[in-house]
């Protein structure tokens, strides 16, 4: 039966990504208790840095998870301020009832439970104060706050493609293995995380200048862009030249 056979393909491009990430020892990681949560070297010095620092990060969860996905945050710093003030969504708060939105004054580049971050943009000087104010403004207004569902949503990643939705400068691509991000609730269409297009949740399909092509089965993304002439796969992420991130 030629439909069971191109299934069982189908399913085994689905895994192929995530088992390579899992056994290639990405996805583990030591007790969360002792992962490290050092400064991973990827943020200018606030005490001695005049000018604001507005950057969006990105690294693999703990455990099993991050073969499939990632955990990304905000951080953010204004003229002259001598602190970072990080800015995410962490869902064992909302399960005890708390918030899931926490916002703290944090080492912004910290390594995610063992997990080495990437910076995914980074703005910086002239005019991004005022971007702070509207990443402050659009974080204000994140309807998901008390709820977390790491499938399909609303997660972390949703929490970080709400604020690019309404901060375009951000220019966020957000990496494939970011589950979550193409969560839209109740909406059928809204902007690319990134500003520069669409996407449509019944098609499951995001059109953008930043991201490419990209279509989200079962939380799984699979795209292209052409203009990085990057592949995106689930687990493996970004296959191919990264974005350009400006600073």
Request: hydrophobic residues 40%; proline residues 6%.
């Amino acid at each position: 039966m030629k439909w069971l056979r191109h299934t069982a393909r189908f399913l085994t491009l689905l895994l192929v990504g995530p088992a390579i990430v899992f056994t290639g020892g990405t996805a583990l990681s030591s007790d969360w208790r002792t992962a490290s949560r050092e400064s991973s070297g990827l943020v200018p010095n606030a005490a001695t840095t005049k000018e604001p620092v507005l950057q969006v990060y990105t690294a693999h969860t703990y455990g099993w998870r991050g073969a499939l996905g990632v955990h990304t945050w905000i951080a953010a710093k204004s003229s002259n301020a001598t602190s970072y003030t990080v800015y995410q969504v962490i869902g064992w708060r909302a399960q005890y009832g708390g918030s899931a939105l926490v916002v703290s004054k944090d080492i912004p580049n910290r390594y995610w439970f063992g997990h080495r971050p990437e910076l995914i943009s980074d703005l910086r000087g002239d005019g991004v104060d005022d971007v702070i104010k509207r990443v402050i403004d659009a974080i204000d207004l994140y309807p998901y706050a008390s709820t977390y569902t790491m499938y399909p949503g609303p997660n972390s990643n949703t929490f970080t493609a709400w604020v690019g939705r309404l901060v375009p400068e951000l220019k966020l691509d957000l990496p494939p293995t970011a589950i979550g991000k193409d969560y839209l609730g109740d909406s059928l269409v809204a902007k690319a995380p990134s500003g520069t297009g669409f996407q449509f949740s019944v098609l499951g399909l995001l059109a953008g200048v930043e991201e490419g092509i990209e279509v989200n089965v079962a939380g799984l993304t699979f795209g292209i862009d052409p203009l990085d002439f990057a592949l995106k796969l689930p687990g493996i992420g970004r296959v191919g030249p990264r974005p350009h991130v400006d600073n």
